[in-house]
């Protein structure tokens, strides 16, 4: 079976099997690729229309108790410029976007146990009180059930928790020893069982990632089966161990990105910051195979740049409503609109 067989199997609702998957990620052409993107786009216009969903991140807080190797905000780097916003910061963010039609917002932080259950909790009764017609995303990492369903309970609809990587060996090599793939991969469903809009999602190109790694990513969501997924390029951070590590592809990131719109033609599949800092024309590249998600950001201009996962984040100066003029524009040049709208999973 050849490449182009493979992804029609694909597109006829199949599964693929992991040597399917290997071939295809090993062996893939630029004329595949663009025979995935085109199917993609199809499906993606079919379900979705010309139109792309916005969301406001709000990037509440950048300390974080772990030390994942990857990631510019981790516990040990001493050289990070940490902050916390308040409930009224947060609530303010909120309220700016929502003047110019914002519909979801995202509360996306590292791990900080400053903000207990009962501070996420009021934070989020309080959005979903003054904004009742918005939907509210966290993406605040692992926790245990009770407290996902505490925040499910208060107003938050969806939970972002990327699984990073499928593999076990792959991720004892991106995480400290006191992390586990299991209790990440019971997060997720646990988030999913108590009817959150779960999204999961992996790093492409990651230091030690293999090929073979990615298939079992792709199978993982293939059978997970998440309502929102989150790839992005690998780009390192010049604080952490993996500071002299090249970034990620930049074309496997699209092609995954085509794959996934293909398996699972529901999903809400963005075009990532990360993707629009390896390549300036990557959030148009995203939306061009398959993503339908824009997500802009809407926290203070000062404490953006001290929000740095990895380095040379492609950050926004603008306020809310500049910086969607500006992602207007830059969807209207391939033909696409953003839309106010919540863009809720419709599967």
């Given at each position: 079976m050849n490449n182009v067989e493979i992804i029609d199997k694909l597109n006829q609702n199949k599964s693929l099997s992991f040597l399917e998957w290997e071939q295809l990620l090993e062996t893939f052409t630029e004329e595949d690729a663009k025979y995935a993107a085109d199917i993609a786009r199809e499906i993606a216009v079919g379900k979705f229309g010309k139109k792309i969903f916005f969301r406001g991140i709000v990037e509440f807080t950048n300390y974080c108790k772990n030390d994942c190797y990857y990631c510019g905000i981790r516990c040990s780097n001493k050289n990070a410029v940490r902050y916390r916003l308040s409930k009224e910061d947060i609530l303010d963010c909120c309220e700016e976007g929502y003047k110019y039609g914002y519909r979801t917002f995202v509360l996306q932080g590292g791990e900080d146990r400053h903000y207990t259950d009962d501070m996420i909790v009021d934070i989020v009764s309080e959005i979903h009180k003054r904004f009742p017609d918005c939907a509210i995303t966290l993406s605040i990492g692992e926790k245990e059930r009770e407290s996902y369903q505490r925040f499910f309970d208060a107003g938050a609809s969806r939970y972002l928790l990327r699984h990073e990587t499928a593999n076990e060996q792959h991720y004892r090599k991106l995480h400290p020893e006191k992390l586990s793939l299991k209790h990440r991969m019971n997060c997720l469903k646990d988030l999913k069982e108590i009817g959150y809009q779960t999204g999961c999602g992996c790093m492409v190109g990651s230091p030690y990632q293999?090929?073979?790694?990615?298939?079992?990513?792709?199978?993982?969501?293939?059978?997970?089966?998440?309502?929102?997924?989150?790839?992005?390029?690998?780009?390192?951070?010049?604080?952490?161990?993996?500071?002299?590590?090249?970034?990620?592809?930049?074309?496997?990131?699209?092609?995954?990105?085509?794959?996934?719109?293909?398996?699972?033609?529901?999903?809400?599949?963005?075009?990532?910051?990360?993707?629009?800092?390896?390549?300036?024309?990557?959030?148009?590249?995203?939306?061009?195979?398959?993503?339908?998600?824009?997500?802009?950001?809407?926290?203070?201009?000062?404490?953006?740049?001290?929000?740095?996962?990895?380095?040379?984040?492609?950050?926004?100066?603008?306020?809310?409503?500049?910086?969607?003029?500006?992602?207007?524009?830059?969807?209207?040049?391939?033909?696409?609109?953003?839309?106010?709208?919540?863009?809720?999973?419709?599967?």
């Amino acid at each position: 079976m050849n490449n182009v067989e493979i992804i029609d199997k694909l597109n006829q609702n199949k599964s693929l099997s992991f040597l399917e998957w290997e071939q295809l990620l090993e062996t893939f052409t630029e004329e595949d690729a663009k025979y995935a993107a085109d199917i993609a786009r199809e499906i993606a216009v079919g379900k979705f229309g010309k139109k792309i969903f916005f969301r406001g991140i709000v990037e509440f807080t950048n300390y974080c108790k772990n030390d994942c190797y990857y990631c510019g905000i981790r516990c040990s780097n001493k050289n990070a410029v940490r902050y916390r916003l308040s409930k009224e910061d947060i609530l303010d963010c909120c309220e700016e976007g929502y003047k110019y039609g914002y519909r979801t917002f995202v509360l996306q932080g590292g791990e900080d146990r400053h903000y207990t259950d009962d501070m996420i909790v009021d934070i989020v009764s309080e959005i979903h009180k003054r904004f009742p017609d918005c939907a509210i995303t966290l993406s605040i990492g692992e926790k245990e059930r009770e407290s996902y369903q505490r925040f499910f309970d208060a107003g938050a609809s969806r939970y972002l928790l990327r699984h990073e990587t499928a593999n076990e060996q792959h991720y004892r090599k991106l995480h400290p020893e006191k992390l586990s793939l299991k209790h990440r991969m019971n997060c997720l469903k646990d988030l999913k069982e108590i009817g959150y809009q779960t999204g999961c999602g992996c790093m492409v190109g990651s230091p030690y990632q293999r090929i073979s790694d990615l298939c079992e990513d792709m199978m993982y969501m293939s059978e997970f089966k998440p309502q929102m997924i989150g790839i992005g390029p690998f780009i390192p951070h010049k604080d952490t161990p993996f500071r002299d590590f090249e970034s990620g592809s930049v074309e496997m990131t699209l092609f995954l990105l085509s794959l996934c719109r293909i398996m699972l033609p529901d999903v809400l599949l963005p075009a990532t910051t990360a993707l629009g800092t390896a390549k300036s024309d990557g959030r148009k590249l995203g939306v061009l195979c398959g993503a339908n998600v824009i997500m802009p950001n809407l926290s203070p201009i000062a404490v953006r740049k001290n929000y740095l996962l990895y380095d040379n984040k492609a950050i926004s100066g603008e306020d809310a409503g500049e910086n969607l003029r500006v992602l207007q524009d830059h969807m209207s040049e391939i033909g696409y609109e953003i839309v106010v709208d919540r863009g809720d999973y419709r599967g």
